[in-house]
Nanobody
């Protein structure tokens, strides 16, 4: 089964930016791709989604600051995060939903926003 490999997390000061990447090691015909995040002691929640037609949706908390995009040729999903806030601190997970309704998850990458 294909794996999703994430990169790009780290420590950043409030107001800073990070770009997360999620690459599939095999081709996945995905109907939808998404980024989720999970803060300590909280449930995993969706941050942004992008459909196979390029339609995007964002959680209210990140609208205007985060941008989800995909490079189909490279089987890579991105999340550009600007104007980061301490409340954005979480482990971020990418998710692909295949046409065959198979769920693929990345291993998670830690984002910490702190001065």
């Amino acid at each position: 089964q294909a794996r999703l490999v994430e990169s790009g997390g780290g420590l950043v000061q409030p107001g800073g930016s990070l770009r997360l990447s999620c690459r599939a090691d095999e081709s996945i015909f995905a109907s939808e791709r998404a980024w989720y995040r999970q803060a300590p002691g909280k449930e995993r929640v969706v941050v942004a989604t992008i459909s196979m037609f390029g339609v995007t949706n964002y959680a209210d908390s990140v609208k205007g600051r985060f941008t989800i995009s995909v490079d189909d040729a490279k089987e890579t999903l991105f999340l550009q995060m600007n104007s980061l806030k301490p409340e954005d601190t979480a482990t971020y997970y990418c998710h692909f939903l295949s046409i065959g309704q198979i769920n693929y998850w990345g291993q998670g990458t830690q984002v910490t926003v702190s001065s």
